[in-house]
C-alpha cells in the first residue's frame, strides 16, 4: 500500500460536517483519479486531473470539491453531505490519462455519514 | 445499456480448476482492458492488462480479448481458495474508464 495512500481509513461525519479526504501517490504518476464505491454498484468515476488540471467531472453534486495541488496529492473536501453518499471513496493515479496506462489504486476511505 | 456487463456470480468452482471469468463491454473504440482483484474490504488490485487481441498470460492468469465480439475473459487456472475475491472488469476509451460491477470467486478447499 505504499504505492498511493490515503487517509483517514475511517470517516464518520454528520451532514453539517465539513471534512477532507487526502491522497498521496508515490509512484511518479501524472493523473490522479477519485471513485466511488457504493454497495452493489459498480466504481463511479468522480473527477480526473492530469498534470494538476481538472479534465473531468462526472456530473458530481457541488458537496464534493476536489482539489489537486500537484502531481502527487490529490484531495476531496466533503460538506454537507447527505447519508446516501455513504460510500467506498477510492483514489486512483496512473502514468496519464489520455494514454493506455494501468490504474493503480490506494486502500480507500469508508466514509459514513449520519 | 451497462458500459460493461458481468455475471455477479457467484462463481464457485473446487481448488485446482480452472475458474472462468466473463466480461463484454458496448463502446467498440475501447482501447485498453484491465482485469482487478478485491478482496471483501479492501480495495481494487491490478493483475492483467491487455490491449489486442487474443491471449496473455501471466502466471496462473491469462487475458484473453476478442474486439469484434466486444468481449475480454480471465481465465485463472489451479485455482486457490485465496483467490476467492470479487473480479472486476474495466474498459479505457481514451479519457474515460469503465468498469463492471464484478463476478464474485469463491474457490472451495
Known amino acids: 500500500e505504499t504505492g498511493v495512500t490515503q487517509t483517514p481509513r475511517h470517516l464518520v461525519m454528520g451532514m453539517t460536517n465539513k471534512k477532507s479526504l487526502k491522497c498521496e501517490q508515490h509512484?511518479?504518476?501524472?493523473?490522479m483519479y477519485w471513485y466511488k464505491q457504493s454497495a452493489k454498484k459498480p466504481l463511479e468515476l468522480m473527477f480526473v486531473y492530469n498534470f494538476k488540471e481538472q479534465t473531468e467531472n462526472n456530473s458530481v453534486p457541488s458537496r464534493f470539491s476536489p482539489e489537486c495541488p500537484n502531481s502527487s496529492h490529490l484531495f476531496l473536501h466533503l460538506h454537507t453531505l447527505q447519508p446516501e453518499d455513504s460510500a467506498l471513496y477510492l483514489c486512483?493515479?496512473?502514468?496519464?490519462?489520455?494514454?493506455?496506462?494501468?490504474?493503480?489504486f490506494g486502500p480507500g476511505t469508508r466514509l459514513t455519514v449520519t | 445499456q451497462k458500459e460493461v456487463e458481468q455475471n455477479s456470480g457467484p462463481l464457485s468452482v473446487p481448488e485446482g480448476a480452472i475458474a472462468s471469468l466473463n466480461c463484454t463491454y458496448s463502446d467498440r473504440v475501447s482501447q485498453s482492458f484491465f482485469w482487478y482483484r478485491q478482496y471483501s474490504g479492501k480495495s481494487p488490485e491490478l493483475i492483467m492488462s491487455i490491449y489486442s487481441n487474443g491471449d496473455k498470460e501471466d502466471g496462473r492468469f491469462t487475458a484473453q480479448l476478442n474486439k469484434a465480439s466486444q468481449y475480454v475473459s480471465l481465465l485463472i487456472r489451479d485455482s486457490q481458495p485465496s483467490d476467492s475475491a470479487t473480479y472486476l472488469c474495466a474498459v479505457q476509451n481514451f479519457n474515460k474508464f469503465y468498469f463492471g460491477s464484478g463476478t464474485k470467486l469463491n474457490v472451495k478447499p
Open positions: 509512484l511518479g504518476h501524472n493523473a
Open positions: 486512483a493515479s496512473s502514468q496519464s490519462q489520455q494514454e493506455t496506462y494501468e490504474q493503480y
